[in-house]
């Protein structure tokens, strides 16, 4: 099984709401991802959690704020969006505990959260 | 830095045509490579991966060949199908902690019946 399940599928937001993303993976995963991706683009790393400690963020502005409670949990936090903000986020996971994949960084992805901001 | 180039779409063919999506990439160490498929509305897809020089992934009918000495991984089908309409994007992690993975531009690919 290589599912990561993301919810909600669909999210309309204004700019003052806050709202969260969802992700899991029962995968036994240790890393877990966030990207966001415009329409006709690939996708932009934007926070990683390795051992379910933040361990890269690129830069991302900080109305956008992640969380892991736990390994097979990922949130995404969201305040005072913008409209250039929409997009489709992606949630993915890697590395399980042991096996031919451990070196690998082979990452698969949940069906992503379609988030538009008006 | 690492990089993915690969062709630009949109690839529109007949159904049961042959199909090579180029990609090219640059990379310090020895990068694991992926094609990933994205169908319409939808989240990606792991399609196959090669870990290592001369590996060969294959999935679906589509295959893909590690090349290191001429550092690319194009997806070749044999036979394509309506079914096969996606954008294609190759991929290549940049080591074996949690890291980023690079990827191409993406190639939109359309399969007329």
């Known amino acids: 099984d290589t599912e990561v399940t993301q919810t909600p599928k669909h999210l309309v937001m204004g700019m003052t709401n806050k709202k969260s993303l969802k992700c899991e993976q029962h995968?036994?995963?240790?890393?877990m991802y966030w990207y966001k991706q415009k329409a006709k683009k690939p996708p932009e790393l934007m926070f990683v959690?390795?051992?379910?400690?933040?361990?890269i963020n690129e830069s991302v502005p900080s109305r956008f704020s992640p969380e892991c409670p736990n390994s097979s949990l990922l949130n995404l936090h969201l305040h005072a969006l913008q409209p250039e903000d929409s997009a489709l986020y992606l949630c993915?996971?890697?590395?399980?505990?042991?096996?031919?994949?451990?070196?690998?960084?082979?990452?698969?992805f949940g069906a992503g959260t379609r988030l538009s901001v008006l | 830095g690492n990089s993915v180039t690969q062709m630009e779409g949109p690839v529109t063919l007949s159904e049961e045509a042959f199909l090579t999506i180029n990609c090219t990439y640059t990379?310090?160490?020895?990068?694991?490579l992926f094609w990933y498929v994205q169908y319409p509305g939808e989240g990606l897809q792991l399609l196959l991966k090669?870990?290592?020089?001369?590996d060969k992934g294959s999935n679906k009918g589509f295959e893909a060949t590690y090349r290191k000495e001429t550092t690319s991984f194009h997806l070749e089908k044999g036979s394509v199908q309506v079914s096969d309409s996606a954008v294609y994007f190759c991929?290549?992690?940049?080591?074996?902690?949690?890291?980023?993975?690079?990827f191409g531009s993406g190639t939109r690919l359309s399969i007329r019946p």
């Open positions: 995968m036994g995963h240790r890393a």
């Open positions: 959690y390795s051992y379910e400690k933040l361990s």
């Open positions: 991929a290549l992690s940049e080591g074996s902690s949690a890291s980023k993975i690079i």
């Open positions: 993915a996971s890697s590395h399980p505990r042991g096996g031919a994949e451990l070196a690998k960084n082979i990452q698969y």
């Open positions: 090669a870990t290592k020089a001369d």
């Open positions: 990379a310090t160490g020895y990068p694991s």
